[in-house]
């Protein structure tokens, strides 16, 4: 991409806060941006070949929407743990194996999307994120949700496309967990944890393709419970 086109998008963006440079086979994260960490409040690299977000990241202050859909990252900088006005961190389709535990402390963060990268473990450290609505770890490898998930304020968590066999019960005592997808994983129904059904705040559960009919869930205690709390939640947006 030749420099008269970047410095065009530089200067733009130095008016509207917003950098959005998708598809275009970018290889770094483009160290010009420098010159602008006290506008910059969105940028959109998506669709690149950016292997690594450098430490500078951390001097984007006013940075509310991070976006790197689709590139070649494999981990994430302690630094962007100063990013303390992101909203919306969204890195699917990356190569990203481990969460920083420095994630935890984007205390305005209300959507994480790690959708579609090489996650084994379920990321531990994110209870702290008060404000977060919506944590998107579909498509991965996941194989365990332990006890630690308890802590987490998602009001949507997504784990469609993983390999989880192991729900813990306390997944239930998430304080806002309205929408639990667990679409095509390896649960058995003896694995599905009743309190989900009788116990939690949950009112849509979906478990398609997994290693029961889901018209099993049925002979579970606590089944008419969820259905009640899954009906009123359909009225309300009728």
């Known amino acids: 991409m030749g420099n008269s086109a970047l410095k065009s998008h530089l200067e733009t963006s130095q008016k509207t806060g917003v950098f959005q440079l998708t598809d275009k086979g970018l290889q770094e994260f483009p160290e010009e941006l420098q010159r602008l960490t006290a506008n910059l409040r969105t940028v959109d690299l998506s669709g690149n070949k950016i292997e690594v977000l450098p430490p500078a990241i951390g001097n984007f202050l006013q940075l509310k929407s ?17 990013l303390k006005k992101l ?21 305005a963060l209300r959507t994480l999307n790690l959708s579609g990268n090489h996650i084994t473990e379920f990321p531990s450290g994110l209870g702290t994120l ?17 006890s630690e998930v308890s802590a987490l304020q998602a009001i949507e968590i997504n784990l469609n496309q993983n390999q989880i066999s192991v729900l813990s019960p306390e997944v239930s005592r998430c304080p806002r967990l309205k929408v639990l997808r667990l679409e ?25 393709g997994n290693l029961f009919e889901v018209k099993k869930l049925q002979d579970l205690d606590g089944y008419n419970k969820y259905m009640e709390r899954f009906t009123a939640t359909k009225k309300k947006f009728a």
């Open 66 to 82: 991070l976006t790197l859909n689709a590139n070649r990252l494999t981990g994430l900088p302690a630094e962007i743990s100063k």
């Open 130 to 146: 008060r404000q977060l609505d919506l944590l998107d770890l579909s498509r991965n490898k996941i194989q365990n949700v332990p």
């Open 87 to 107: 909203e919306t961190l969204s890195l699917n389709g990356n190569r990203i194996s481990q969460i920083p535990d420095s994630l935890g402390q984007l205390k």
């Open 184 to 208: 095509e994983n390896c649960l058995e129904l003896g694995s599905v944890p009743e309190s989900v059904l009788k116990d939690s705040q949950v009112s849509l559960f979906t478990v398609e």
